[in-house]
C-alpha cells in the first residue's frame, strides 16, 4: 500500500517517471519470454532497450548531482565560514519594518535603532502594529555593570543619558496622531546578553536579527539574521522565547508599562 501511495504520488509530481518506465518494461520483457509469444531476438532488443533507459537515467543523476555540487561550491566555496553568516554591522533596514504588525525590540538602550527609524516606527503604529521596547532599568546597579562593561565609559551618567534619550523618543513614538497600534516598554534590571530585532514571530515571513554584546572592546557588535519559521523553526523559536521570558520577567517586577 505504500508503494502504491509513493507511486501515486510520484506520478502526480512528475517524478521518477524513468524508473517506473524501465519497470514496466521490463515486466513485458518477462511476460512475453515466459509464454514464448514473441522471437528472442525481440526479447534482446528490449533488454537492450531497458538497460539504455537505466543509462540514460543514471546519467541525468549525475548531472543533476554535478550541477547542484558546483552551485554548493560557489556559495560557499566548499566551506562554511562564520563570516558567512556574522557580519560586523547592522542587518536591519527601514525595509526591515515596511509591513510589520508586531515589532519587538529588545537591547541595553536601543537608542542607535530609536533614532534611525523613529519615523518608520511611527508609520507602523498609525497603521496598526504593536510595538514593544525593552531597555535597561537606570538604575544605579544596572549602570555601574554598563561601565564595567564599557572600554571607555568611566561615567554611569552616560548610560543614563542614552536612556532618557531613547524614552523620549518612545514617548515621541506613542504620541503618533490618530495611531491604531499600541506602544508598551519594559525595563531589564540587568545588562541583556545579546539585542534581538523580532518582525511578525511564528508568521511565515517573520525575522529576527540577533545582535551579540561584546567585552571591553571597540569593535562593531557581531549580528546575524534568523531565518523565518519556515526555514529555521528552532531558533526562531529559541530567540522569540527569550523576549518573551524576558518580558514576563520584567512584568513580574512591575516593569512593564503601556504607552
Given at each position: 500500500m505504500k508503494f502504491l501511495n509513493e507511486f501515486l504520488t510520484d506520478l502526480r509530481n512528475g517524478e521518477n517517471i524513468d524508473v517506473y518506465?524501465?519497470?514496466l518494461v521490463?515486466?513485458?520483457i518477462v511476460i512475453l519470454d515466459v509464454f514464448g509469444v514473441v522471437e528472442s531476438a525481440i526479447v534482446t532488443a528490449a533488454i537492450l532497450l531497458t538497460l539504455g533507459l537505466l543509462s540514460f537515467g543514471t546519467l541525468a543523476t549525475r548531472k543533476t548531482l554535478a550541477i547542484?555540487?558546483?552551485?554548493?561550491?560557489?556559495?560557499s566555496g566548499g566551506k562554511v565560514h562564520v563570516g558567512d553568516v556574522i557580519k560586523p554591522h547592522s542587518l536591519i533596514s527601514s525595509d526591515t519594518f515596511a509591513s510589520a504588525t508586531t515589532i519587538?525590540?529588545?537591547g541595553v538602550t536601543l537608542l542607535k535603532t530609536t533614532q534611525e527609524y523613529t519615523h518608520v516606527l511611527v508609520k507602523r503604529l498609525a497603521a496598526g502594529a504593536t510595538i514593544r521596547f525593552m531597555i535597561v532599568d537606570p538604575v544605579d546597579s544596572v549602570l555601574d555593570d554598563l561601565v564595567l562593561r564599557s572600554w571607555a565609559v568611566t561615567d554611569r551618567d552616560f548610560h543614563r543619558n542614552r536612556t532618557n534619550q531613547v524614552k523620549t523618543l518612545i514617548d515621541h513614538i506613542a504620541k503618533t496622531a490618530n495611531r491604531t497600534g499600541k506602544v508598551e516598554v519594559a525595563y531589564l534590571p540587568f545588562h541583556p546578553s545579546f539585542g534581538m530585532v523580532i518582525i511578525d514571530p511564528n508568521q511565515p515571513h517573520g525575522k529576527c536579527f540577533v545582535e551579540l554584546y561584546h567585552h571591553k572592546s571597540s569593535e562593531p557588535n557581531p549580528t546575524f539574521e534568523v531565518k523565518a519559521i519556515v526555514d529555521d523553526p528552532?531558533?526562531?523559536e529559541f530567540f522569540q522565547k527569550q523576549f518573551d521570558d524576558l518580558w514576563k520577567f520584567c512584568?513580574?517586577?512591575?516593569?512593564v508599562g503601556t504607552l
Open positions: 518506465l524501465t519497470l521490463c515486466a513485458v547542484l555540487n558546483d552551485s554548493l561550491q560557489k556559495v519587538l525590540l529588545s528552532f531558533w526562531c512584568e513580574s517586577r512591575e516593569r
